[in-house]
Structures are given as C-alpha cells and as structure tokens.
C-alpha cells in the first residue's frame, strides 16, 4: 500500500510548516546552532509511536537525530524521559509539534487498550479493535493497539469478509448472503456473521461461517450464545461487540467468548501529556 505512514507525516509536517516553514526558530537560531532536547513524559502512559516520531525528523532534517530510550508497549511513569532529541536546532524546534502530536495520540490508544487488557486478563478473551480509526492513521491507530496488548481485527475491507446487517438486508437473507460469498472470488477469505439476536445466531451455526459477531447483546444473552454454540457447533468462534467499555468488558470477557472488539479504542482514546523539554 506504498509508504502510508510516510504519506501522513509528510503532510502533517506540511500542515504546520506551510509555505514559511518555522518563522519563530528561524529568527531566533542561526543555521548552524545546535541543540539537544528530552521527550518527557506528563503522566502514567503506555509507549506508542517512537518510530513515528523518528520518521517525523528524518523527513524534516536528518541531521537531527532521534534516539528511543524505551520501546513500544512500554509503561512510563511522569517524569521519565523517553527519547533524546539533538542536532540543528531550527530542526529540532520545528518537528517539536508535530511530533508530540503522534506520540501523544498514540500513546493515548496505547494507554486506553493496555487498561482494558488488564480489565479481561485471564478469560482467555483476546481483545480486538475495529476499523473505526481516524481516517489516513489507520496502520498508525493499528500499532497503537498492538503496542498497548490488543489484537488487530481487519485492516480494512480487504483482508475478511465481515457480513453485516446492511449486506443481509440487500442480499435478502442471511443465508443468501453467505451463498454468495462463499461462491464469490473472495471465498477463500475469513467469513464472519454479524446477528443481533439468539435466533439468528441459531441460523448462523447452520452456515458455513467462521466467525459469528454477537452485535450489542446482553450479558444474559452472551451466555445463553456461548452454551448453544458448545453444543451444537463448538469449533465456531464468537465475538461481542457493541457498547463495549471498561466497566463491562470484564463481565463480556466472562460469559465465555472468544474475542471483544472495542472501537472506543482507538475513536474514544484521550491523547496523553507529553511533552518535549530543551536540556
């Protein structure tokens, strides 16, 4: 999919530099003044988007050069540093902004999805997220999951065939839906159901699908869905979805199925405090 990432920082570095570039660094550092600066963190955080940041400076001046002092997925505390900034200082007060701006939403994803891992810790539930991220940041809102514990669902449209209320309603039935896309080019994908009630889930189990997405059913329900797929089709994989948060996700975890998808982790994540401080 060509260098996506790449893509996003070049333009969110067009979008605060413009057409001036940094009037203020400009004016107040020479060409060659040099300067060296710390990534600090403001807050208890999970690590997310150092290489983002890296790539941030590499593309605004190679010369200043951005060195991780922690990893991905790792839990900081306030104060602790975690990366060194040195070189130009035009350069290094320019990428500031747009660097911080990465770093603090994706470590924010981070923080969010590491909270609802440790929420669901032995169930044996994996927790998933959704396509529900900011449009362009994708691959980024993506690692951000991983880095906080998470799994990834589908990318996009592309790598599973996700059967929704919509396609059922077009394609007149669920069964329908299924005949055609088992028959269709795309059969050898990864096919999931989604149903919203325990008599659809009843027909789903008489299809050849892999996946049954549980849509915004009670815990009752989850139940009463986990006991007949063990009985009638136990290979089946579940999934709940839908109003899914940190205070319930547990109780979810516990009603036995197999994956969670949350989209509040990447649509509903509050970017962390960072911050970048001169030495």
Not at 43 to 58: F, H, K, Q, T
Not at 110 to 118: G, S, W
Not at 120 to 132: A, F, M, Q, V, W
Not at 164 to 179: F, P, R, W
Request: proline share 3%.
């Amino acid at each position: 999919m060509n260098d996506l990432i790449g893509d996003v920082v070049r333009l969110a570095l067009e979008e605060d530099l413009g057409p001036g570039g940094d009037v203020t660094s400009e004016a107040i550092f020479g060409p060659h003044d040099l300067a060296k600066a710390f990534v600090v963190s403001r807050e208890s955080l999970v690590v997310a988007g150092l290489d983002v940041a890296a790539r941030v400076y590499a593309a605004l001046d190679a010369r200043v050069h951005f060195r991780p002092l922690c990893a991905d997925g790792d839990q900081r505390e306030a104060g602790q540093r975690l990366a060194e900034v040195a070189g130009p200082a035009r350069g290094l007060w320019a990428g500031e902004r747009t660097a911080l701006n990465f770093l603090q939403r994706l470590s924010g994803i981070a923080t969010l999805t590491r909270a609802f891992a440790k929420a669901i810790e032995g169930t044996g539930c994996r927790l998933l997220d959704t396509r529900k991220t900011s449009p362009g940041h994708r691959l980024l809102d993506k690692a951000a999951v991983r880095a906080g514990g998470g799994r990834n669902h589908r990318m996009g449209l592309f790598d599973g065939i996700l059967i929704k209320d919509n396609h059922i309603a077009a394609a007149g039935s669920l069964a329908e839906a299924v005949t055609r896309a088992r028959a269709g080019a795309h059969a050898l994908l990864r096919i999931e159901v989604e149903v919203d009630s325990l008599a659809q889930l009843e027909e789903a189990m008489g299809l050849p699908v892999d996946i049954v997405l549980l849509d915004n059913m009670s815990i009752a329900d989850l139940r009463l869905a986990v006991e007949r797929r063990s009985v009638r089709k136990p290979g089946l994989l579940l999934e709940a979805s839908g109003g899914v948060r940190l205070e319930n996700v547990r109780a979810i975890a516990e009603t036995g199925v197999d994956f969670i998808s949350a989209g509040v982790l990447t649509h509903g994540a509050r970017a962390v405090d960072i911050g970048l401080d001169a030495e």
